[in-house]
């Protein structure tokens, strides 16, 4: 047999294979979606992809500490670009959340979701244990998560400001937050959701009440999920068949591409299809899961944990926006949906996952 090289070896194959796996019916999904043509955005999806699994593989051989030392630096980074968002960004959709930088467009909230993560489990990781208990646990975190995330609200951005928080919380939690703050929390948030919908914008208290009545208003603003609903229902087990999707076709389905596509992908290939997007979703999930298991510094533990999380919200958000089981709130499908920023986040986030796990992987063998 002829010897496999060490560095071929430590290519994580299989985990390349989800991601590609993913990213691929993906792309057979974006082909169908525009009317059976490479372009505008299955050619551009694949290129990106490309580009960015190498960017994963790349940061996955970088030593721990680099992103340990760099996690306040780079959380400023990004709080920076979102100030310049407020200042420089141009508005497509309604709202202000990108910077044009030529060859993309990037969304830095998008980063946020990454750059919270590290910084609040640097912080958590050189906080004494016996303080995470006191209010010195609390407050610093409590601030880096609600600069960013009221940045992102002003955008608007509802549904990545709520990632943002939702990223830092599971930090915040598998740090050893007592239980009952966030109990005592959840509580306070539910007394007080009259006045944060209040302070929604009109389309956003509009998108609540379809959401809680999608057929009061099924050609205006239940439109969306009225029509997402009838997608994913004329599928039925084995769906229509490749390119033979009518709702995206005709362009019934509002932006079936980005994110609702799941909703075109379950016309054609039906719930067998939506099975099997859902089963490469967990496996993924359950790669990045036992590596937060597995890392060897608290560091390691906490990074892996909110960005499993990260990824998670993605897809239960959007999967549940599609089905009329959530407000729409425009969160795309991890490396399914068309985009380069949501793509970039979540390569980001398997990057810095593969890095713990061969940082644990260089630890056990030194102790073997």
Known sequence: MIPVPPAVQRIPWKLIAVLSAITGFGLLVLYSAAGGSWSPWALQQGVRFLAFLTLALIIGRFPIRIFEDFAYLGYIGVLILLIAVELLGFVGGGSQRWLDLGFMNLQPSELMKVAIVLALARFYAQLPPGNTRTWTALWPALVMIGFPAALVMLQPDLGTALAICIGGVIVMFVAGL???????????????????????????????????????????????????????????????????????????????????????????????????????????????????????????????????????????????????????????????????????????????????????????????
Request: with cysteine; aromatic share 12%; charged share 10%.
């Open 178 to 368: 007592p239980f009952w703050w966030f109990g005592s929390a959840a509580g306070a948030g539910a007394a007080a959701l009259p006045v944060l919908f209040s302070m929604l914008h009109d389309y956003q208290q509009k998108r609540v009440l379809i959401f809680l009545d999608p057929e009061s208003d099924p050609l205006g603003a239940g439109y969306h999920i009225s029509q997402s609903k009838i997608a994913i229902g004329s599928g039925g087990v084995s769906g229509k068949g490749f390119l033979n999707g009518s709702q995206s076709h005709l362009d019934y389905l509002p932006e079936g591409h980005t994110d609702f596509i799941f909703a075109t992908m379950a016309e054609e290939w039906g719930l067998l299809g939506g099975l099997a997007l859902l089963f490469a979703f967990f496996l993924l999930l359950r790669w990045s899961t036992r590596v937060a298991l597995k890392a060897r510094t608290r560091f390691g533990q906490l990074t892996a944990a909110g960005l499993t999380m990260t990824i998670f919200f993605y897809i239960a958000i959007n999967l549940m926006m599609v089905m009329g089981l959530a407000p729409v709130v425009g969160i795309p499908l991890p490396l399914f949906s068309y985009g380069g920023s949501s793509m970039l986040t979540v390569m980001t986030c398997v990057g810095i996952v593969l890095a713990i796990e061969n940082d644990s992987k260089k630890q056990g063998s030194r102790l073997s």
